[in-house]
């Protein structure tokens, strides 16, 4: 198999892994910086370059692509499709998880769980908006963050006006929801390959702080997630569409609750904690689905009518 990584960074953990894991299997692996890449877009198909040679023949390509660079490198991955490659997580499943706003919105329209949700526009609606979602604490979520940040925790409705006062004047979008008292600051990641959840970890929050990311501060452990937690997470991720996710959930009185799915999960923390070789099974995956060959260029389906003289 000829595969890509597009990542900005081939020394971030997750990225040599992946390389080290593709290398072990006998696969040609290179990691691509999505910025470098330069796309050409015609009737005639779809060609691409890297710092001025061509590249064409991919059988497969791993997004690991950041939020600062969402909307480019997610042009970069559809250009890839275009010309044929498959890859675990699609482009347009990366920008449904991306935006919280439109991931929440799919998830419960499937009935699966998650924190009540409000979301709203116009500074006049603030206090019914509030009255929708229920007494504080709340939380507050910018729209696209990631890692924990741009997350806030209120504890009086004033100090949850004021955020989105603040938020709105700073033209943010973002979410409000409710705070799960009773998880007292820990969450679950589920990292899904494909069908089934292959590592999970228990993430407690540091002292004085409610958000469990490992970048937090956070400290991860191994679990064992139950069989209804493994079914939301998987489920969560085909919804999106995502063959390659970390599915974080939160333990409530009324069962596993989605918090956020992730389409770029980080491996370090959790093959750490587990001791699961999670690389290699995204490794394995990806050349399940990869065509045999490299694929042809995709071509236009549109074609300019011949002019009869």
Known sequence: MKLAILSRNSKLY?????VEAARERRHSVRVLDPLRCYMRISVEGFDMR????????YNAVIPRIGASITRYGNAVLH???LMGSCTPNPSVAIMRARDKLRCHQLLAAQGIGLPVTVFGDNPDDTGDLLAMLGPPPHVIKLNEGTQGSGVMLTEKPSASRSVIETLRGLYATFLVQEFIEEAKGADLRCFVVGDRVVAAMRRQAPQGDFRSNLHRGGIGKAVRASAAEQAVA????????LGVAGVDLIRSNRGPLVLEVNSSPGLEGIEQATGVDIAGLII???AS?????PARRAKSLMRPALMKK
């Open 14 to 18: 997750s990225t040599r892994r992946l």
């Open 50 to 57: 890297y710092k001025g040679r061509a590249i064409a023949g």
């Open 79 to 81: 250009q890839f499709e």
């Open 234 to 241: 998987v489920r969560a991720a085909q919804v999106l569409g």
């Open 284 to 286: 394995d995956h990806v």
């Open 289 to 293: 689905g990869a065509p045999a060959l």
